[in-house]
């Protein structure tokens, strides 16, 4: 029997050397007695022979294992468990014969291996998240780095392997931190390390009430769960975390800030909650099928339009806008966001990119009709924002109702199609969008259609030589709307399929 006395700590070369010699020397994991200095070893192999080390012979021949091995075992041997370096030893006797046995995580060593490295890593992650550093008040004199002491106690010797993630995290600063189980220190060049047992500093600074205010500013009540936020923050580190104070009277206090949340969340609606309320209760209770005569009527009209679910969680219609006698007309897809809170089409990010090209290309927006063919925003709701959706068939077929009136009533010599959805609400023409893009087609009695994309398509490219493309494509699209412009009324020579009006 040998007796191997380590001092732990989470050095693995003081194991790995003797380790190494026994099996190069084919020592039987048995015939080992692996004792912590300072643990709580019996002494029941008092007086057998401990390994006399160096020993060169032994260490030159070159043993393999596995690297998953290695990665593991220095974890492992930073548990406190006194077992630890018995229980490496066995693995690494039976990976000689068995060479794929960390692949068995049933087997009761290797459960045991990865069960101790779990918690060491556990350990090291709650150190990075609870270690409070504190200044030191008049330490650093002027223009010289500021100084921070801080204490944790961990459960395994963890100090060396964390010690660079705060290298990296506060490398502009100095600082020690001090543990029980060793402590770590970065001056700016070089990262101390010592495995000697400090002592609790006992130290309070200013910082505590910073980490007081902002714990109890990113509290919130309403997703409180007891039971979790213990197993994230376990009682243990509280005694060293200036905001764990606070926790038992917030915990207490929960119930009665939601309920106060939900009184003031009551009395304050968001101003697009007010402005729905207010549409729901002037819609009329029955669909309208009367047609009113003028473009003003038909906008009031379409205000409390409910002919689809849309409007039910839009704030209000976004009506065409422009003068009645225009001769062009735009169409695009739906209201945005920007445009859903202002009433007005395309004045969001896609609109600014629709302005931006109507003057380059000499158009007026002041004098084109501006519309979509959806008129409420769809979107979903996710966190604080709300996501476009694309309007299905059943939503477009429904706005045709406005959309028709406003083609009546405008007449324009010109409608441009700004994406597919536009030339699906006009037309009931099967042809790819692809294939009638930029083409003048006959569109109704003495009318045109241009079919182009979206602005907002410009927008989502990702590719800047490929957007710079497109753009171009676009420009020249409305180019041809504005020479179409001077030349109409003409014929023009490819059909598109019949005008929804008349389908
Ligand atoms: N996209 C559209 O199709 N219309 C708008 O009004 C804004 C963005």
């Given at each position: 029997m040998w007796r191997v006395t380590l001092k732990g700590r989470g050095d693995f070369e003081a194991w790995q050397q003797p380790a190494r010699a026994f099996l190069q020397a084919g020592t039987l994991p048995r015939d080992i007695d692996w004792v912590e200095e300072d643990g709580a070893a019996g002494d029941l192999f008092a007086g057998a022979p401990t390994l006399d080390l160096p020993q060169p012979s032994l260490q030159q021949t070159a043993l393999t294992v596995p690297r998953t091995f290695v990665l593991l075992a220095e974890a492992v041997i930073c548990h406190s468990d006194p077992s630890r370096f018995d229980l490496l030893y066995r693995l690494l006797w039976r990976l000689q014969m068995e060479r794929t046995l960390l692949s068995i995580p049933s087997d009761a060593d290797v459960a045991r291996a990865f069960g101790l490295e779990k918690s060491v890593r556990r350990d090291s992650h709650k150190m990075k998240a609870f270690v409070r550093f504190k200044e030191i008040e008049g330490a650093a004199g002027q223009g010289e780095r500021r100084r921070f002491l801080a204490w944790f106690e961990p459960d395994h010797h963890i100090v060396a392997r964390t010690a660079p993630f705060f290298q990296r995290r506060f490398t502009d600063m100095d600082w020690i931190i001090a543990t029980p189980k060793g402590s770590s220190a970065w001056d700016g060049k070089t990262l101390t390390l010592s495995t000697e047992s400090a002592e609790n500093p006992m130290l309070d600074d200013a910082t505590d009430a910073l980490w007081r205010t902002y714990f109890s500013n990113i509290f919130n009540p309403a997703r409180l769960k007891v039971k979790a936020m213990q197993a994230e923050m376990p009682k243990k580190y509280w005694k060293n975390l200036p905001e764990a104070g606070l926790i038992p009277g917030l915990i207490a206090g929960a119930e009665a800030s939601v309920a106060a949340m939900a009184a003031r969340a009551a009395s304050q609606p968001p101003l697009f909650h007010e402005r729905l309320q207010t549409a729901a209760a002037n819609a009329p209770s029955e669909v309208s099928t009367a047609v009113p005569g003028t473009l003003d009527a038909v906008r009031e009209q379409a205000r409390s339009c409910t002919r689809c679910p849309l409007h039910c969680r839009a704030t209000q219609t976004v009506f065409g806008e422009g003068p009645e006698t225009a001769d062009v007309m735009f169409v695009g897809e739906q209201p945005g966001d920007q445009e859903d809170l202002a009433g007005r089409p395309f004045v969001g990010p896609a609109g600014k990119v629709f302005d931006a090209m109507l003057d380059e290309v000499g158009l007026d927006r002041g004098a084109a009709y501006v519309t979509n063919a959806v008129k409420h925003f769809k979107y979903e709701p996710r966190g604080k924002r709300r996501i476009h959706q694309k309007p299905n068939v059943g939503e477009v077929q429904h706005c045709k109702w406005w959309l028709k009136l406003e083609l009546d009533l405008v007449r324009p010599k010109l409608v441009v199609a700004l994406g597919a959805t536009a030339l699906s609400a006009l037309t009931d023409s099967r042809q790819r969008f692809s294939d009638l893009r930029g083409t003048a087609l006959p569109f109704g009695p003495d009318q045109t259609l241009l079919v182009t994309v979206h602005p907002s398509y410009l927008l989502r490219i990702p590719d800047e030589a490929r957007k710079r493309a497109e753009t171009a494509h676009f420009r020249d699209d409305l180019c041809h709307a504005a020479t179409l412009l001077t030349r109409l009324p003409q014929t023009t020579t490819?059909?598109?399929?019949?005008r929804f009006i008349d389908s």
């Open positions: 490819r059909s598109v399929g019949s």
